[in-house]
Structures are given as C-alpha cells and as structure tokens.
C-alpha cells in the first residue's frame, strides 16, 4: 500500500532530522528537501511532518489532542483536550481554544488558559463550559472547535477541529 511507503518515509525523514545538531543549516535544506519528497502525502500526514518539524526546529509546542465535547447542552458545551506536548527548552505558557459558526470558514478566539491550570489533572486542560461569554449558544446549531498550544517561541499547529450540535 503506498500510505505504508509514506509512513517509511516520514520515518526516515524525523531519524534524519534527530540525528542532526539543532541549529545547523544543513538541518534546514534537510527539512525542505523533506517536505518537496512529502510534498504528495495526503493532508494528515502533511499536517504531522509539519508539526513535528515546528516542534524539533522551531521549538513550539506540539498540538493539543483529543478535543472532546465532554458534556452537551442546548446553549452551552462542556470542552476538554490532552495539553500540548511542550518544547524541549521552552515550557508550555498557554492553551488558546477557537470556535466557527459558520462551517469551519472563520474561527473566534473564545478561551485562553495559562497552563500549568490550578488543580485538575496536569496532563488535560481544565474542562471549560462555552456559553458564548454568558449569552448563551444557539440551540440546535453546529459549532466547531479547534485549539493550539502556545509557549514563547508561538503557536503550535492547530488540532483537527471537532463539530459539536447544541442540543435542541
């Protein structure tokens, strides 16, 4: 299957790159070879080799996972996420969560959360309750989510965004 030569490749590519001291030019022509021969990898892939790239170069941190709606409600959500892996030097600062209305076309920001969070559990953000700022949701209507994690070096990649229907 040619998705299993992919993955090789995209394997190779990251042991390349580890092996590599930070900072070298070299490691830079490597990673733009890397992404002209990934070039054709469908958009998953592509969106992993770029963050892995952003995590072991540019050192952000690497994408909050598991977005999940945790409780629903007619005009409200309940939201949680696994925290974004932090960088090698620079510690994880922030989550920041967006929300679209309109398709997935445009987000909001509509949540920043300085990590590390006051009690909970360290490896998941705090579970946050959307109710447009007290506004309330539209009952019945689609929202999607997405959210990055952000340490002084910037933004990390955002992760695969999530639709959620208030209930009616």
């Not at 999607?144 to 933004?155: M, Q």
Request: proline share 7%; charged share 15%.
């Amino acid at each position: 299957m040619a998705l299993d030569g992919d993955l090789a490749t995209l394997q190779n590519a990251v042991n390349a790159l580890e092996s590599l001291p930070h900072g070298e030019g070299s490691q830079f022509q490597s990673i733009e070879l890397l992404r002209q021969m990934l070039g054709t990898m469908n958009s998953t892939l592509w969106d992993l080799f770029n963050a892995i790239t952003d995590y072991m170069v540019a050192d952000k941190p690497f994408p909050p996972m598991f977005l999940v709606v945790q409780t629903p409600g007619d005009t409200w959500v309940q939201l949680n996420w696994t925290v974004a892996l932090a960088s090698a030097t620079s510690p994880l600062t922030k989550h920041k969560v967006y929300r679209s209305d309109d398709g997935g076309l445009t987000y909001t920001n509509v949540y920043d959360v300085t990590y590390p969070h006051v009690g909970g559990d360290p490896t998941t953000g705090p579970p946050w309750v959307d109710d447009n700022g007290g506004g309330g949701l539209t009952a019945n209507t689609d929202y999607w989510y997405k959210a990055v994690g952000t340490n002084a070096n910037g933004d990390s990649r955002f992760c695969e965004p999530i639709l959620f229907r208030t209930l009616p």
